[in-house]
């Protein structure tokens, strides 16, 4: 079993930034944020391998930045240039995704943290 908390979340001006953080318990070979916003599905943000390949929606490129920390287990999610329809609750996930194409699908990960809340007023 893997726990992982967020932190970081919170409200912002348009064209504003924020610092996710995702502490893990562990993890496995892949590890993701993702996103929900009210009346639609989860989708994928951004992802990272143990190691360092990072993938990203067409969305956020350019604009967010992942990482992660493997000595201290922790995932970030830095955003830039935030925009109203970046408003969303944000996950972070683990689970052993195999091809690489799979990694911003949500049903491929194992473990989901319980989610922190970034609003972005415009």
């Known amino acids: 079993q893997v726990q992982l908390v967020e932190s970081g979340g919170g409200s912002v001006q348009s064209g504003g930034s924020l610092t996710l953080s995702c502490t893990a318990s562990?993890?496995?070979?892949?590890m993701g944020w993702f996103r929900q916003a009210p009346g639609k599905e989860r989708e994928g943000v951004a992802a990272?391998?143990?190691?360092?390949?990072?993938i990203y929606a067409d969305s956020v490129k350019g604009r967010f930045t992942i990482s992660q920390d493997n000595a201290k287990n922790t995932l970030y999610l830095q955003m830039n240039s935030l925009r109203p329809e970046d408003t969303a609750v944000y996950y972070c996930?683990?689970?052993?995704?195999?091809?690489?194409?799979?990694?911003?699908?949500?049903?491929?990960?194992?473990?989901w943290g319980q989610g922190t809340q970034v609003t972005v007023s415009a």
């Open positions: 562990g993890y496995l070979s892949s």
């Open positions: 996930a683990t689970g052993p995704i195999g091809a690489w194409n799979l990694h911003l699908i949500a049903s491929g990960y194992t473990y």
């Open positions: 990272i391998h143990r190691n360092g390949r990072t």
